[in-house]
Structure formats: structure tokens, C-alpha cells
């Protein structure tokens, strides 16, 4: 019997044993991001670094595992070849391998890893930042230390269970970093070295001096931040990557704002039904005088609509699409004192009102996670010693070559897709379509093979935000929302979908996929479908909505949202059926039949769903947050009556 994290024989007649190798920190790297191309950034290094830290490790003999490499990668930074590979992250933070000499292979990975993050800090700290340094109050000594000490790695050699506990065991800095500390990644020293209270003419004129260096644009260091060496490196990188990475990444920054995103099928409908009012519209904002400019997203526009006409209107700043942001001028900083916006102004409600409405100010984020890897693999195993892992390590692999065409062909933006990892930015009347169809590919990925067909879950988060809510925030609520409503609450496999709106959450509901695309018991309608019902002409009108809250809000607890222990469990559908009655004559109508069907469609939105030996509701649950996200739903266009394409050329919003 083989020792455990012991394998087949290399080459040579060596024996092979097995490392797992990890870094982090992970998720705040990421997720500490102010827009949307500081979430690409850190994904994108993420990736990088990985992929570097495998190659290492193969060139010292290793053999990867997981994730999956084909032949001709061994030994290649796929990354940095320039052939589109480069667009987004998709390689995991961790790796499996084995080798005859598993340490050395091992410290070859981190230093493959710490090499390459050396050479970008090297190449933004010489381009950027060395010319004004002198300048700064210890920035060299500030910059050394955190570039240096920034990456926890942690590798061990056998089972992976034994990694948890070597990444416990590492030795903390216990040091607070003293002075003023960053705008953007708030545990680390801002990089000037001044403090604010007592130097604050000095610290102004330090990053007064880094904004001027050529080659920094308004983006990349706005007049109110003040970086750590690690944020500066998030944004500058891109500059520098042709002699750090070795390929050029101007393709990929035109990433939109979120309020571009949120506006595009709008922006879409414009272009499309009434481009000469969009280019007057475009017009009369170049005729103010601005400071940089009112067309900011260039990359943006050319990445989704290419050279259709309009451009200058699909390239505006994404607020100036919103009548809100031109009826106070005040709120555009870019914008020089004493413009009048009132004309732009009455040009833009003219064009919401030729396109039958304006855009919707909210956008999407999903993400999403395959569920119990550990035990799918170990099933893998059990059932094929030689082939089983390097089965589910192709289906990931399949699987994450194909996230990004699904989410291009929805209007979206892949900022990760990497094994059984997605994160992805989308318009808010394409997402839920996104989600569903990732799902679907996922599973059928794994649909052959035996050991693990319809045992492989994946779990979604799926966030609809108001374009002016923190992306930070808003990042932090999606992990919430998958982790301990789709994964812990829900029982996996499932969908979770949140409203973030200013004033907070506005709703949340979660439920397996077979409840969200129809086919559960019970449920033979998808979520799109339902959501068509609360649309202009649908059979849930708001007063039937509201009434039907009210009347629940009597006999249910409103902590737990249950019915009474003393109730029947049937009592929902049938206050629901009463309601709805009522709801028609007042409306005139002299039918009192209830329509069961009405019932049947609105029942699953107000369950609470759980994944328990199969997909259950709990009967005497009520919850109105579906109803409201249905609701949500249908105001972004989402329904399956005329499909998502029909519903844009009808100018629905």
C-alpha cells in the first residue's frame, strides 16, 4: 500500500511524492478595489503570480496536479504570451504537485513567485516612483518593506489536510505600520511617509510630484488618494508590463465604471433606436469646457460596441448618462466651474423619453465556487487511483475555458475564471441569464464522469448594486452572500441574490438551482419566468403585493417569518388565492375563482428552500424577499415572454 502523499515513480526510477503548495492573502487583495479595474488588477497579479510560482516548480521536476496543465504549457507563463491569455486571472492561488524532491520544488515555486512580484515592483518603483522618492520621508525604506513582506506563502509536503495548520504555524508580524496609512488597502502605510496632522503641505506635494510623472493618468492616482506600495503597484502595473511581464496589457484597461455598466443596455437602445438624438445629446456636453474631457470610456464602449455609431456617445463618462448628475453639475469634478448643464440636460430627458424610459443605475457582480472539491476529488480517487483526479482537473479545466465566452455573450466582463472560481461583472438584465447558463455548463462538465455526476454543486452569489455603493462593499456582501446564504444556509448548490441599494440591502433570497431554472417539486416555472409576472401587465400588481404582505405580516412570526405552530401549513396558498380574488374585484373583475396558477407561480418566491437529500421548501415559511426580487427582476427587463434581446429593441427598461 502506497504511504499517504506518496505516488508512481518518476522518471529514473525515483519515487514521486506530493506537495501543496498556497498564498495569500487572497481575498482582501482583490476585493480592496475602488472601481472596477482595481478588481481586475488584483486578480490579474493573483494569476500571474501563481502561474510563475507552477513553472518554477516544473522546471525543478515537478508535475502538476491540480490545477490541470496540458503538455505544451509545462514550463510557460501562458499569461505572458501575448494571445489572450493575458485578458483575465484564471489561475488558483494553490497548487498540488509532485516530485522526487518535493522541497526543492517546492522553494523553486516561491521563488519563481517572489521573483516575479520583485520584477514588477522593480519596474513601477523605476519608472514611477524612484524620481520622486527623494521627495517623500523614508518612501524607499516604506516601499522595500512592504513589497518585501506583503506575500504569505505556505507549502507542505503530503496531505493537504496537513496545509491548514502549516499556514497557522508561520511566524506573524505583530507591527502595526505607523504614519498616515493608504486610501485603498487601509492596514498598510501610505507611501509619501508624512503624516497628515503635522506635515501636510509635504505629504500634498509628494503625491502632488507622483501625479506628474508622465505616463500616470487622472485614474491611475486621483487628487484624494495616497497609496501603499502594494495599491500603487495594483494600478500602475499595467504601465510597466511589457518590460515586468513581458506582454503589452493596453488591450485590457479599458474596463468600465460601474455606472457605464449599469447604463450599457440602455446605452445599447439609444444607439441603436435614436443615435442622431444620442450624438446631438454627446454634442452639447463637448461644448462645455471640462478639465480632462467627458469621454472616459473609450476602452469600455470599444469593448462592447466596437466602431458602431455613436461613439462619442457610447465613450461618456458612465454618471453623465444619469439626468441626476446633470442636474447638479456640482457633483462633476471633472467638469470646469460656471458650466451650464441645462441644456445637455433637457437634451437627455427628450432621449429617456424617446427610448421610453432612462437606464437603470444598478449592475451586477457573480460569483462563484464549486462546492465540496475535497470530496468530489476523493470519490475521484476511490474509484480510478491513476485517472480520477486527473478527470475532475479536466472538467474544471473545460469548465473554466468556457466561463468567458458565456459572459462575453451576456454584455459581461470575466475578472476571474480559474477551476471551479468565477467572478464577473455584467449589466443587471443579462446576469441572472449568466448565472444560470455557468451552472448548467458546470454540471455538464462533469457529467461524465460516473464517480461524481450529479454529485458536482457549484454555488452562485449574485449581487445587483447601485452603481454609487462602494465596490468594496459590495465585494464583501457577494462573499457574504455566498459562503453563508448560498453554501451554509441554502445547502450548496444554489443561487443567492441580494439588492444593495443606498439605503442598505434591499432584499435577499437564495435557493437551490432547480428552484431558480424550474424543476423542482413544485416549482415547474425558471426564476425569468416568474419574474415576467411583475412586469408592466403582469398578474402581480403592486396593490395585490402589498395587500398580500399585510395580511401575512398578521399571522407570521416576524423574527423567523413563520406561521403559528397552530396553523396548517397550507394556509399560505390559500390566503395567497383569497388575496388575489380580492385583488380582481377590486380591479372589476366578476370572476371569484381563484387561479391556481397565479398561486402555483408565486408560492416558490415566497418559501424558504434548503438542500437536504434532495431540494425541499419549508411549508410554513414566508418570506416576501423573492417576491421583491422577482419584482427588481422585472423592472431590469429580466423575463422569458419576448427573451432578453426582444425586450432591449421594444425599448423596455
Not at 518518476?10 to 487583495?29: K, N, S
Not at 516544473?58 to 501575448?82: D, F, H, K, S
Not at 460596441?305 to 453623465?320: I, K, T
Not at 383569497?578 to 377590486?586: D, F, H
Request: charged share 25%; net charge neutral; glycine share 10%.
Amino acid at each position: 500500500m502506497a504511504l499517504p502523499g506518496r505516488l508512481p515513480e518518476l522518471g529514473g526510477g525515483m519515487m514521486a511524492e506530493r506537495f501543496h503548495f498556497t498564498f495569500g492573502p487572497v481575498q482582501e487583495f482583490v476585493a480592496q478595489a475602488r472601481r472596477t479595474r482595481d478588481l481586475w488588477a488584483g486578480s490579474w497579479l493573483l494569476s500571474y503570480l501563481a502561474e510563475n510560482a507552477i513553472v518554477a516548480a516544473e522546471r525543478a521536476g515537478a508535475r502538476i496536479i491540480l490545477p490541470a496543465r496540458e503538455e505544451g504549457e509545462r514550463e510557460v507563463v501562458t499569461m505572458a504570451r501575448g494571445d489572450g491569455a493575458e485578458r483575465f486571472g484564471g489561475v488558483p492561488n494553490r497548487f498540488t504537485a509532485e516530485a522526487s524532491d518535493p522541497v526543492a520544488a517546492a522553494r523553486a515555486a516561491e521563488r519563481g513567485l517572489r521573483d516575479a512580484w520583485q520584477r514588477i515592483a522593480d519596474a513601477v518603483w523605476e519608472r514611477f516612483v524612484e524620481p520622486v522618492a527623494p521627495h517623500g520621508n523614508g518612501t524607499r525604506e516604506i516601499w522595500e518593506r512592504q513589497v518585501a513582506s506583503y506575500w504569505d506563502i505556505s507549502w507542505v509536503v503530503g496531505g493537504a489536510r496537513h496545509l491548514p495548520a502549516r499556514k497557522n504555524l508561520r511566524l506573524v508580524d505583530a507591527r502595526v505600520e505607523p504614519g498616515d496609512h493608504c486610501t485603498l488597502m487601509s492596514e498598510l502605510q501610505e507611501l509619501s511617509g508624512y503624516v497628515r496632522a503635522r506635515e501636510r503641505a509635504e505629504q500634498t506635494e509628494f503625491w502632488g510630484r507622483l501625479r506628474q510623472q508622465p505616463g500616470i493618468g487622472r485614474l491611475d492616482l486621483e487628487e484624494n488618494e495616497r497609496l501603499s506600495a502594494i495599491a500603487l503597484i495594483k494600478r500602475l502595473f499595467v504601465h510597466v508590463a511589457s518590460e515586468a511581464v513581458g506582454v503589452d496589457l493596453g488591450e485590457v484597461r479599458g474596463w468600465p465604471s460601474t455606472a457605464w455598466l449599469a447604463a450599457s443596455p440602455w446605452i445599447e437602445r439609444a444607439m441603436t433606436s435614436h443615435a442622431g438624438a444620442a450624438a446631438e445629446f454627446a454634442r452639447s456636453l463637448d461644448s462645455l469646457r471640462w478639465k480632462w474631457g467627458p469621454h472616459g470610456e473609450r476602452g469600455a464602449a470599444r469593448r462592447r460596441f466596437g466602431d458602431r455609431e455613436p461613439q462619442c456617445f457610447a465613450s461618456l463618462d458612465g454618471p453623465l448618462y444619469f439626468a441626476s448628475t446633470l442636474a447638479n453639475p456640482a457633483s462633476l469634478d471633472n467638469l470646469e466651474e460656471g458650466q451650464d448643464t441645462r441644456e445637455p440636460l433637457k437634451l437627455l430627458n427628450a432621449l429617456y423619453e424617446a427610448c421610453g424610459g432612462g437606464p437603470e443605475p444598478f449592475y451586477a457582480v457573480l460569483l462563484m465556487d464549486g462546492d465540496r472539491m475535497g470530496e468530489l476529488l476523493g470519490r475521484a480517487r476511490s474509484a480510478d487511483s491513476q485517472r480520477g483526479e486527473q478527470e475532475i482537473s479536466g472538467a474544471l479545466r473545460r469548465f473554466a475555458r468556457k466561463v468567458n465566452g458565456v459572459v462575453e455573450e451576456k454584455h459581461g466582463y470575466t475578472v476571474y475564471a480559474g477551476g471551479d472560481d468565477v467572478l464577473a461583472l455584467l449589466p443587471a438584465d443579462t446576469a441572472l441569464a449568466c448565472a444560470i447558463e455557468l451552472e448548467s455548463t458546470y454540471r455538464a462538465e462533469f457529467s461524465g464522469i460516473p464517480a461524481v455526476a450529479g454529485r458536482a454543486l457549484i454555488s452562485g452569489a449574485l449581487v445587483f448594486a447601485h452603481y454609487r455603493e462602494p465596490l468594496r462593499r459590495v465585494l464583501r456582501y457577494a462573499h457574504h452572500l455566498l459562503d453563508d446564504i448560498a453554501k451554509e444556509r441554502t445547502g450548496r448548490g444554489a443561487l443567492a441574490v441580494g439588492l444593495v441599494q443606498s439605503s442598505g440591502v434591499g432584499a435577499e433570497w437564495s435557493a437551490p438551482w432547480e428552484v431558480v431554472r424550474g424543476g423542482a417539486p413544485g416549482v415547474s416555472v425558471p426564476l425569468r419566468e416568474l419574474a415576467a409576472g411583475f412586469g408592466e401587465g403582469g398578474r402581480f400588481n403592486p396593490t395585490y403585493l402589498y395587500n398580500l404582505r399585510r395580511t401575512f405580516a398578521r399571522i407570521t412570526d416576524p423574527e423567523s417569518g413563520k406561521l403559528g405552530v397552530d396553523l396548517p401549513e397550507d394556509l399560505i396558498a390559500a390566503v395567497a388565492a383569497a388575496e388575489y380574488r380580492r385583488s380582481r374585484e377590486r380591479q372589476g373583475d366578476s370572476s371569484t375563482r381563484p387561479d391556481p396558477d397565479v398561486v402555483r407561480r408565486l408560492m416558490p418566491l415566497l418559501r424558504r428552500w434548503h438542500r437536504r437529500e434532495g431540494v425541499v421548501a419549508d411549508p410554513k415559511s414566508f418570506h416576501f424577499d423573492g417576491v421583491r426580487v422577482a419584482a427588481f427582476l422585472a423592472r431590469m427587463g429580466v423575463g422569458a415572454a419576448t427573451g432578453l434581446e426582444q425586450e432591449r429593441n421594444d425599448g423596455r427598461s
